[in-house]
Structure formats: C-alpha cells, structure tokens
C-alpha cells in the first residue's frame, strides 16, 4: 500500500515537472517578424513593410533588437503609436528598445518602414539581436526576415521606323499649266470703215471705166480716122484715072 502511494506521488510530481517544462518550452515562441515576408519590386521602387511581435500566448512586456537592410535603402521608420518607445529607430542607428504598455499576449504592430528598391536581384530586411521580454524574463529571441526580389527597370520598346517619305499635311498642287487659246480677232466694220469702203471702191471703178471710156474713143477715132483717110484716098486716086 506504501508502494502504491509513493508511486502515485512520484507520477504527480513527474506530470507538473513535464507540465512545467512544456510551459516553458511553449513561451520561448514569441518572436519578431517583417510583413509581408516576400515581395517583388522594381529597381528604384519605394515601399513599405512594417515590424511586429508575434506573442504566440506569452505576455509581452518590451521588445529589442536591430534592423538589417540588404540591397534596400532606409527612406524611414515609424513607430506605431501607444507604444513606449525607449530607443526609437531611425534609419541611422536601427536600433530599437520599444515598450508595450500593460504587456499583451497578443500579436502587436511595432513600426512603419519605408525602403527604396536597390538593384536588381534579391533584397531583404532582417532582425538581429532579439529580445522578446516578458514579465521579468526573455520569452523569445528569434526574428523573421523579409525576403524580396527586385527586378530590373524594362526598356522602353523602341517606335517602329516608317520608311515611307510622310506625307504632308497640305495636299501638294502642281501649277497649272497656262492655257493659250489663239483667239482671231474679228474686226466689226463700223459704219464710217464701210463708207470709207464703198468710196474707195466705186473711185477704183470709176478709174477704171473712165480709162476705158477714154481708150474706146481713141480707138473709135482711129477707126474713123483711119476710114476717112481711106476714102479720101480712094477719091482722089480714082480722080486721076
């Protein structure tokens, strides 16, 4: 009945020992992370990623640790308001002791940081030397860092090259050629051209007929002279016979 006794007791004591140890091993999960843990940007993007504590049921007291960027470039950190912050972080000395005011067992926002994107490759923004505190005693010292890729800038794709003369705008007109038209000139007789005209043409008739007139009367006279003469010839022969 001893025996049974003192096994039952040692069973006890081994369950609240094992019990004790879990609860131990269970706090030491609190830890600090970077969200979102991955991203892809482009060189010479600016963005923003925040810090928190992940309490994972512990009570959470304070915080510390230091900021790690790689291939990114600090622009600012802010902390997040209700918080103590007894060492503030800044973009030249990321160190920070920040306090959380009645402690949580919840997960918690810390800070803001803003980085801009370096060169292309890979990128991170790490946690180092982690201090999750509790009341009175470390409950986790581990961080997650945010991994993130970066790509190059794409170059621009170059316009197509038209080797087509371009055309301008305002249509080209070639230059009419002159049209020459042979115009006749056709000229009225006015009523003073045609009496001028009808002048000049009877005096030319009238010429013409008085040379006539004149010639057929010398030729008459000739005949008449020439007969006359003839006879008068033929008498006065015909006297001497």
Known sequence: MKNIKTKIILSAVAFLLIGSFAGTVYAADASLYISPASLTKTVGNIFS??????????????????????????????????????????????YFLIGIPNCSTSSKALFTIS????????????????????EGASVGSTGTSGNYTINAVSAPVPAP????????????TAPA??????????????AETSENNLV?????????????IAFWTLLGLDIIYALAHGTYYIKKKRKHI
């Open 49 to 94: 990623v925040s810090g928190g504590v992940n309490a994972s049921g512990n009570k959470v007291c304070a915080v510390e640790g230091t900021l790690v960027f790689n291939n990114v470039s600090c622009q600012s950190i802010t902390v997040a308001s209700g918080l103590m912050a007894q060492s503030t972080p800044t973009c030249s000395n990321p």
């Open 115 to 134: 980085v801009k994107a370096g060169s292309a490759g890979t990128a991170s923004i790490g946690l180092t030397s982690v201090d999750v505190i509790g």
């Open 200 to 212: 000049a043409n009877v005096g030319a008739t009238g010429a013409t007929s008085g040379w006539a």
């Open 177 to 190: 050629e002159p049209i020459t038209e042979q115009i006749e000139t056709v000229t009225e007789p006015t």
């Open 161 to 172: 090259t038209s080797t087509s003369t371009p055309k301008s705008n305002e249509q080209t």
